[in-house]
């Protein structure tokens, strides 16, 4: 889930009204009532501004694919996953935060922290990183055909075993995004992971490739399938 932050939020406005008035005027606050069910329907029925949100890395895209949109400018962006995983029946239970911040036109920052949730499934999970990391956009828009844009992260393992807590790896993608057809758009990336490796280890470097496919037809319902 992902939430812009308000200083003004007009249901706790109008709640406080009815809860002010309700002991002396019982009709105003019935009203209220309604007026506030009313508020909700209306942002409900009305379109709303689409917006790129933070993928459970930090970088702005889906859930963990990112895509070419970058977050608006001024724009600061929080959002909080479930990650569930099970290996060799083992399970593993994540709670990651993520942030994304409209640095400039065409570039934004971000960050996360694997799993503010402090068990001990970072290193089980295979995704028990602190990520920090900024995107630029090298062309296209919002409404264009083909858009692109480059990403470099850092990221540090955050593990209670010693040996793998505090490794550092460091990496920059290419990513790309295409609209099929109107409101279907596919995304693509590409790049390279210089990996870190504990003592008396070898890890060799990754290359990155992830893929996405997605309806962006509704500003609140977004299906899509995701290749990481």
């Known amino acids: 889930m992902a ?14 009204i009815r809860y002010y008035t309700y002991s002396n005027f019982q009709s105003i606050g019935y009203g ?54 099970q290996n060799n029946g083992d399970k593993f239970t994540l709670l990651p935060i993520s942030l994304s911040m409209g640095f400039s ?19 089980g999970s295979g995704r028990g990183y602190e990520n920090l990391g900024v995107k630029f956009r090298l062309s296209g828009r919002g409404d264009s055909k083909f858009r692109s844009s480059v990403d470099a992260f850092l990221r540090q393992a955050v593990s209670g075993d010693t040996s793998l807590n505090g490794l550092k790896d ?22 390279y992971l210089k990996v870190s490796s504990p003592t008396g280890l070898d890890y060799k470097d990754e290359t990155l ?9 509704s500003d609140r319902v977004r299906p899509f399938v995701e290749v990481d």
Do not use: C
Request: glycine share 8%.
């Open 3 to 16: 939430k812009q932050i308000y200083l003004w939020n007009p249901l706790a406005f109008f709640n406080a």
């Open 32 to 85: 209220l009532k309604l007026l506030r069910y009313l508020y909700i329907l209306i942002i409900l029925s009305t379109p709303a501004v689409a917006f790129a949100t933070p993928t459970q890395y930090g970088e702005s895209g889906l859930i963990s694919v990112p895509t070419s949109e970058i977050t608006g400018v001024g724009l600061f962006q929080v959002a909080a996953w479930i990650n569930s995983s």
């Open 105 to 123: 036109d065409g570039m934004e920052i971000f960050a996360s922290y694997p799993n503010v949730l402090l068990n001990a499934d970072n290193s």
């Open 170 to 191: 460091s990496g920059a993608r290419l990513i790309m995004s295409y609209q099929l057809v109107r409101n279907t758009n596919i995304h693509l990336n590409v790049g």
């Open 209 to 217: 490739f992830g893929g996405a496919i997605e309806y962006s037809g």
